[in-house]
């Protein structure tokens, strides 16, 4: 649904964005939808990542998510004990997205995470510019927390998308599905 942005699409798989691939935006009267499933998206086997590197999973549109850390190269979730929205507020600013409008989640509302739990009782004040300068009460690791206590965010309003996001939509589950990207704000 909606206009097709690109046809005959064509990427290596080194590419950061979809706009990285070459493509064309010559259209005919006839076309389909393109559609993608992924495997394997959220176990932490043979994932390359940078220590302290953040990123949302589980939500629908890409400002929202399980807040997932990594850590020795192992995507790890973050538990809910203490969390608020000062807490949010850095991982959305960590992340380059809205810090105008935040909003924390608790009890793994966007599905609980497959990896370890990196930390247990973070303590931001709002105005780190890195989850990793925030105080813990426990080390890396070290936690209190059981699985459905995964902490989650909001950055913005639901629905606020990046130009060049990507989401999958209509599948069976949130691994499959038509390709939708966001432009200028909308999907």
């Known amino acids: 649904s909606g206009p097709v942005l690109f046809t005959s699409v064509s990427c290596t798989g080194s590419e950061s964005s979809l706009y990285d691939c070459s493509y064309s935006t010559t259209y005919t009267l006839s076309h389909y939808d393109a559609g993608l499933r992924c495997e394997n998206v959220e176990t932490s086997e043979h994932v390359s990542c940078t220590n302290y590197d953040l990123r949302l999973v589980g939500g629908e549109f890409s400002n929202e998510g399980r807040v997932e850390m990594c850590y020795g190269n192992v ?17 959305c600013r960590q992340l380059g997205l809205n810090t105008d409008i935040v909003e924390p989640f608790w009890n793994a509302y966007f599905g609980e995470g497959l990896g370890p739990f990196h930390y247990d009782s973070i303590n931001c004040g709002g105005s780190e510019d890195y989850l990793s300068d925030c105080s813990k009460s426990y080390s890396i690791g070290v936690h209190t927390c059981k699985r459905g206590e995964e902490a989650g965010v909001r950055c913005g309003t639901k629905g606020d998308c990046i130009h060049g996001d990507i989401k999958l939509v209509e599948g069976s589950n949130q691994y499959e599905g038509r390709v939708e990207v966001c432009v200028d704000g909308g999907w």
């Open 75 to 91: 995507w790890g979730s973050l538990c809910h004990d203490s969390w608020d929205t000062y807490d949010a507020q850095v991982v």
